[in-house]
């Protein structure tokens, strides 16, 4: 079975400023990862995911991440946010099943 | 190309009432997920079908929750009682290959 950890619960950031969020991982096989978005009362939206390849990964609204196989992370990021970038952000892992294991989720607040 | 719908939004009853929500996927998407997500984690999975069949209902209260997904198409979770702690958002997804599209929601309230 795969699991996710996010390492930090909330992260208060002020507008224009870099942020990262932390994520690792455990399995035992290869695995597929991605992050998601969910803004209040919505449902959640895909940021972008890792399959295979390049290890530094591109998404929507300007965010990447880097997989790291040695340290077994994914970190999460994006070089100046928005106060639209408010949001709960989700980890999440799968293998070759398909079946999602999400961290606890990070809160990110963008501060003017 | 049309998202995942689901139904109803919101939803409040009291204790020991039942209730069911409903689930359109993806056209096409043969695979089909219902999670529960309770306020302040992260979605948890419930059931997963592949078609009409169910692949893993390993985390399915089935003293209370039924799923089913007739034709291969739609799907319907239903619980019945409720319980106070099945308070939650309940979110479905469908796939076709390991990325999920995540419909909006139904937000559950057990009073």
């Known amino acids: 079975a795969q699991s996710v950890t996010q390492l930090d619960s909330q992260v208060p950031v002020f507008e224009e400023a870099p942020v990262e969020l932390r994520c690792n991982y455990s399995?035992?096989?290869?695995?597929?990862l991605f992050w998601y978005v969910q803004y209040p009362n919505q449902g959640l939206q895909l940021l972008l995911k890792?399959?295979?390849?390049?290890?530094l990964v591109k998404g929507i609204n300007g965010f990447e991440a880097e997989f790291n196989k040695s340290q077994t992370s994914f970190h999460l990021r994006k070089p100046s946010v928005h106060i639209s970038d408010t949001a709960e952000y989700f980890c999440?892992?799968?293998?070759?099943?398909?079946?999602?294991?999400f961290g606890a989720g990070t809160t990110v607040t963008v501060r003017a | 190309e049309a998202g995942v719908a689901q139904s109803p939004r919101y939803k409040i009853i009291e204790k020991r009432q039942s209730v069911a929500f409903w689930c359109n996927p993806i056209?096409?998407?043969?695979?089909l997920y219902w999670y529960q997500q309770i306020l302040g984690q992260g979605p948890k999975l419930l059931i997963q079908?592949?078609?009409?069949?169910?692949?893993?209902d390993s985390q399915l209260p089935k003293d209370r929750f039924s799923a089913e997904r007739l034709k291969g198409v739609d799907s319907t979770l239903k619980i019945q009682p409720a319980k106070l702690e099945d308070s939650a958002v309940y979110l479905c997804?469908?796939?076709?290959?390991?990325?999920?599209?995540f419909g909006p929601g139904t937000r559950l309230t057990v009073t």
């Open positions: 997804a469908s796939s076709l290959s390991p990325e999920q599209y």
């Open positions: 399995s035992s096989v290869s695995v597929y």
């Open positions: 890792y399959l295979s390849g390049s290890t």
């Open positions: 999440a892992v799968s293998a070759g099943d398909y079946k999602l294991s």
């Open positions: 056209s096409g998407h043969a695979t």
């Open positions: 079908f592949q078609n009409n069949g169910v692949v893993d």
